[in-house]
């Protein structure tokens, strides 16, 4: 691959990285409040 090629590659992976990343970080911050609420209401 020449140059320009690597570095749309790069680009490209940290773009997906950073989707990834927002998308477990979107779940995570979900699953927490439903499980927070639910033990809340248990109480």
Known sequence: MSQKDNQVYVEHM?????KALSF???VSRAVFEMTFN????NC
Not at 14 to 18: G, M
């Open 14 to 18: 940290i773009d997906t990285a950073n």
């Open 24 to 26: 477990v970080e979107g």
């Open 38 to 41: 639910n033990n809340h209401d």
